[in-house]
């Protein structure tokens, strides 16, 4: 399995990431233009890149998959949103923010409220492909998922 995990990452460009996830939803982003080096030993899923290394209880990783972050056609960070890949990144500064992910129906898949001052990120790699809105109260943008 492992051999196979590195020769899928070796094909992989610049703008592809490897994204593991816990099944406690959490999900860390692992830039592979940072040359990870992945194993897994003794119940553990270690990734080392030159500045650091993470490791995860293999018990409690859901899954890992790799994205290529040009997936989505996105503004570049606005009024302390910002989208890499799939996961949007939402750091409120001045007031705090409330994000709805709304699709062309009107219908709102996803929401995350984040007071200011702090940061919170929403994965948007389970939403079908197709045009969203991404709405707050000062401001609207479209995002097409890939």
């Known amino acids: 399995m492992l051999a196979a995990m590195w020769a899928l990452a070796s094909e992989c460009h610049a703008g592809t990431n490897l994204i593991i996830s816990g099944i406690d939803g959490s999900s860390q982003i692992i830039s592979l233009s940072d040359k990870p080096k992945v194993t897994i030993e003794a119940d553990k899923l270690s990734v080392t890149t030159p500045a650091t290394t993470i ?13 290529d972050s040009a997936g989505i056609d996105a503004p570049a ?22 994000v709805d992910i709304i699709n062309l129906n009107g219908i709102i898949f996803k929401s995350k409220s984040v007071e200011s001052g702090h940061t919170d990120t929403m994965s948007i790699s389970d939403l079908e492909k197709g045009v969203y809105i991404i709405s707050t109260p000062q401001q609207a943008f479209k995002i097409i998922k890939r």
């Open 77 to 98: 960070a606005s009024n302390g949103i910002s989208i890499d890949g799939d996961i949007v990144t939402i750091s409120p500064e001045g007031n705090d923010i409330r």
């Open 55 to 67: 490791e995860f209880d293999l018990q409690k990783v859901k899954d890992f998959k790799f994205i």
